[in-house]
C-alpha cells in the first residue's frame, strides 16, 4: 500500500498520549511479560496512537457505550476505547495476555480499572457476557477467523448496533463487497443479513508489531433498524447462500440442485422467488436469497 494513500495510516514519530501504549511500550510490555506473538493466533499489536484514536473515531462509539473487544492482546485499543465510552469487555483466548490486561489497565487508566471486564475464552465459545448488555464490537480479527468470529458476535449478542473490525484487507473487501462485484460472496451476504456494511479505511502494515505481511482494512457495521423482512429462517437463508456459491461458475439452477433436490426443483423455487434461474449468486442481494429460501422445495434436504 502506498504511504500516499489518504485512508492509510503509519505510526507518528511522537506521541503526547500517556494512557495510550506507545511502540516502546508494547515492546517493553512484551518483553517483561515474555510474549511471543504467534503466526497461529494472528497476532500483530496496534502500537501507534494516533491509529488506535482513528480507529475509536470510525467506531463512532459513544461515551455511554458498552463495548466489546475481541482479541485485545496487550491491550493499546482497550485503553483507546476507555477513553471514549463507558464500558469495555474484552474477551481474549491467550492465557497470558489475558491474565495480564487488567493489570495494564489498571495501572495506566486506574479510573477506568472498576470499567473494565476481562473474558478469557475464545469467543467463537461466548455466549454471554458479564454486565450491561454490549451496544458495540469493536475487533481486530485475525483473517482466519474473522468471519465466523464476527457473524457469531452478532448473531449471540442483538444488542450491538455499531461494529467495527479490522481485518486483513482482502477480507475487507470481501465483507463489505456488493452484488456484482468480483469478490461479493458468501461474506457479504451473511454480514448484510444482520447490517449494512460498508468500508471504514485502509490501516498501514508499519503501525502493527511485528508487521504483518498485509495490508489491514476498516469495516464497519451499522445492523439494520428491523429484521430482514422474511418468513425465512436464519439457518434457511444462509443454506441458500452456501450453496450458490459452494460453485459460484455455475448458474442458480445447477449450484442450487443439491439444495433443493434436483435441478427441475431448484428452478421452480428460483421462479417462485422472482429470480431468473440463469443467474449466478453474486448478482443476488441478500433479501433474494431469503426469497429463495422462502420457497424451498417441500422435499429438499434439510439445512
Known sequence: MSTTDPESVEPSAASNDSALLSPADVRELAGRL???????????????????????????????????????????????????????????IDPLLAEHLPTTVAARMPEK?????????????????PGPAPT???ANLPYNVAVPVL?????????????????????ADRLAAQPGNKVYGVPSVKAQWYARVKRAGAIG???FWPAPNVDSGLVSLVRRDEPLKTSAARTDVFAVVDAAFAQRRKTLRAALAGWAGSPAAAETALSAAGIDHRLRGEALTVEQFAAIA??????SPQS
Not at 457469531?152 to 467495527?164: K, N, S, V
Not at 422462502?294 to 422435499?299: A, D, L, M
Open 34 to 92: 515474555g510474549v511471543r506473538p504467534t503466526k497461529q493466533r494472528g497476532q500483530n499489536f496496534v502500537i501507534d496512537a494516533n491509529t488506535v484514536r482513528r480507529i475509536v473515531r470510525a467506531a463512532e462509539v459513544r461515551p455511554d457505550d458498552v463495548v466489546v473487544e475481541v482479541g485485545p492482546g496487550l491491550g493499546s485499543l482497550t485503553l483507546g476505547l476507555l477513553e471514549a465510552v463507558d464500558r469495555v469487555t474484552a474477551i481474549e
Open 113 to 129: 480499572a472498576d470499567r473494565f471486564a476481562l473474558v478469557h475464552a475464545d469467543a467463537m465459545a461466548v455466549t454471554e457476557l
Open 136 to 138: 458495540a464490537l469493536v
Open 151 to 171: 457473524l457469531h458476535m452478532l448473531e449471540t449478542f442483538p444488542t450491538i448496533e455499531r461494529t467495527l473490525v479490522m481485518v486483513q484487507s482482502e477480507v
Open 205 to 207: 502494515r508499519n503501525v
Open 294 to 299: 422462502e420457497n424451498k422445495p417441500e422435499s
